[in-house]
């Protein structure tokens, strides 16, 4: 019950207060991802990255709570959706007969410059105008189309590390698996905007 009212609270917080929510949130992401990547996976701080990563996860948590609102057979339905993409696209990264996909960091890195402007630029433009329907669209649809494309990278990558890393040095997987994480999250969270838009039409 005190954990619920907490999160309630919580929530309430991030309402009144969403941009500084948001860059309060952002900015404890990238202290405590930061801190787990510096530990060297080892077994002395396994689990403290463990630990981390779990704190991490559930900060992530708690930015997507209010999105439950939109409904259970809608969120599972995009859950769903997502799923089945990531496990497409990870299928396709393994079985690539090349490395062609760790090439694209390049215009992976323009791209998501252009998709986090975008998504910034939504929180001021009304989509209903020209302008803001078209930031907002390269924003969510743009945003599936880059964090596909990462997807492909980072499983790639993923592979390519595991097979190169000498066995006297230690392959971390936390670390290399929030980067799958959070490029998942972002697929999710931009299917269900969709199918959120779509039911409203």
Known sequence: MALTKNFAGLQNLMARHPIMAVIGLVGAQIAINGVQRSLPYTSENMATKYLLAAGL????????????????????????????????????????????????????MMGFAAVFAASIATAFLPPTGNLGGGVYMIAVYGGVVLFSAMMLYQTQSIVAQCERTPHYMHYDPISASIGIYMTTINLFVRILSILSNSKRK
């Open 57 to 108: 996860y559930g900060m992530i948590g708690t930015v997507l709570g209010p999105l439950m609102h939109l409904g259970g057979p809608l969120v599972t339905r995009a859950a769903m959706y997502t799923g089945a993409l990531v496990s497409g696209l990870t299928v396709a990264a393994m079985t690539a007969p090349s490395e062609q996909y760790l090439q694209w960091s390049g215009p992976l």
